[in-house]
């Protein structure tokens, strides 16, 4: 079965009769690379889309987009092999690491997690890791903070693995290690606020660069600016873009003043808890927030949407997609990554 449809296909078995000591098969498969009953492009397709989606539904979109009537157990099957089969590969592959080492660019390191439904535990956390290698951009002001001005990477390498915390960070070491990356201090490390990455990353990446990622904190800017003025209005707009100037040109610093003036309009219960909560959260990134720099504003090699912080989708998520993609041109033939502890 093929993207264009079923096509039929007679070959010889050989070695029924045969009285030489050939191994028993259908060798033309080999030549043919034909492995499963699904063509090694139809394979692709289908680990693209279970990657993102439920298997029932990554269905329903394979037929509508090829017409190809393949069940979700099929799908389930397909990707799971895949998926063991860059578990034993990726370990041992030494083209990826050798590239990377000899591209050029400073190395950056995103972590992130999604929710997946297991059928023998339920739903858990894939745990996603990107390694990249990227030229500095021009500087930058402010008001430039989303703008698509960075170089693209020269390299990155993507894993991931449904595991604990302490599970997935054993292997950052000897990632970084591969990659030819010899001090810690070289690594710039981009996060949201989830407090197993920088537990994890204290743990393991004592001594390196460390950044709150920009969409992440605003987002808790843009919860308490609502709290504070309502959805949508005039204030709550006004008081975001002021939080992210703040944010992104003084930091910590800038988040106190930002508060110290909404407590001078008002220091009532309700606005002292929205702007507590807020203040929370960061205190525990103070510093996470050095966004000044060019490196770290929009870093993290995104989407780059213009509209609310709601709108972003986790720290990793796209640029593992771009970076499993690669994956695509060595071998083996496996399309995205979903192996499993």
Known sequence: MTCLGTIALKRHWWGNRCPCTITPGYHVDDRLRLDHHLSRRLQRQVCRLCADRSFSKAREDLVEAFGVPVSAETLRQV??????QMARWQPQDSASTTAFAQAAGAVE????AGKVNTIEEGWKDLKIAVLQKREAGEPAKA???NQQRLPAPTAHLAWGMI??????????R???KRVGVEHVADVHVLADGADWIWRSVERVLTGCQQTLDIYHALQHVATASQTLYGEDTEAANALLERGRHELLTAGWTGLCRLVDEEYARGDTPERRSALEKMMNYFAKH????????AAAIGSSDRQRRCGRPSQDVGAASESARRALEKDERQKPDC??????Q
Request: proline share 0%.
């Open 79 to 84: 990707s799971e092999r895949h998926g063991q």
């Open 109 to 112: 390191f995103t972590i992130d």
């Open 143 to 145: 008001a430039q903070w």
């Open 163 to 172: 595991a604990t915390s302490k599970q997935f960070r054993k292997g950052w």
């Open 174 to 176: 000897g990632w970084l």
């Open 286 to 293: 103070t510093a996470r927030l050095s966004l000044r720099s």
């Open 335 to 340: 399309t995205r990554l979903r192996s499993q």
